[in-house]
């Protein structure tokens, strides 16, 4: 069984909304404004590509990725690996990325039973929160802000479900402040 790993940038108080250029969003680009960039915070972003043998994207994330990511030097592990799209509604992956589409989250799971290395999922807050609740999760890796910024998505969602216990796999305190936490789902 493949392992499927959700990796978020989060706020203190648990946004995950754009924390790129998203125009849409009054906090856009909030993990490049008022946190002193700190290059050991991102090593395991660096790692992810390494380890991750496929990537798995929302429908929306994927539409503002495969435009940007296939030019993008720092990219170039996603790139060379499969991708895949959960979506219901998207009729063709873009060209210039290509992406293989699961219309389900049954899909999702077959995919996980399936050979190979760990999945890894970029942005996709609303496939996060579906993969979360329907317990197909294995391990969170979160870089935590120190912001504070009130409204905006977040990455779990609240719908009634059973309590479900993390433990952390690895944590580490930056020198800019930024956490990082790795949880396993403990099951």
């Given at each position: ?139 969170y890796h979160l870089l935590i802000f120190p912001l ?40």
């Amino acid at each position: 069984m493949r392992t499927l790993i959700v990796s978020t940038f989060v706020s203190a108080d648990g946004v995950a909304q754009a924390p790129g250029d998203d125009a849409s969003y009054r906090n856009a680009g909030w993990t490049f404004r008022g946190v002193e960039f700190d290059p050991a915070a991102y090593e395991l972003k660096g790692r992810e590509q390494e380890e991750a043998s496929a990537v798995l994207l929302g429908r929306t994330s994927y539409e503002l990725f495969a435009p940007v990511w296939p030019s993008m030097d720092e990219f170039a592990g996603y790139n060379a690996m499969p991708r895949y799209v959960v979506s219901t509604t998207l009729e063709d992956d873009d060209e210039r990325w290509p992406a293989t589409v699961l219309r389900s989250l049954d899909d999702v799971a077959e995919l996980k039973r399936g050979d190979g290395g760990p999945i890894i999922v970029h942005g996709s807050l609303e496939l996060a929160r579906a993969l979360a609740d329907a317990d197909l999760v294995d391990r969170y890796h979160l870089l935590i802000f120190p912001l504070l910024l009130g409204e905006g998505a977040r990455l779990f969602s609240d719908s009634a479900h059973a309590t479900v216990t993390l433990t952390v796999a690895e944590h580490e305190v930056y020198g800019n402040g930024v956490q990082k936490l790795v949880y396993d789902v403990k099951r």
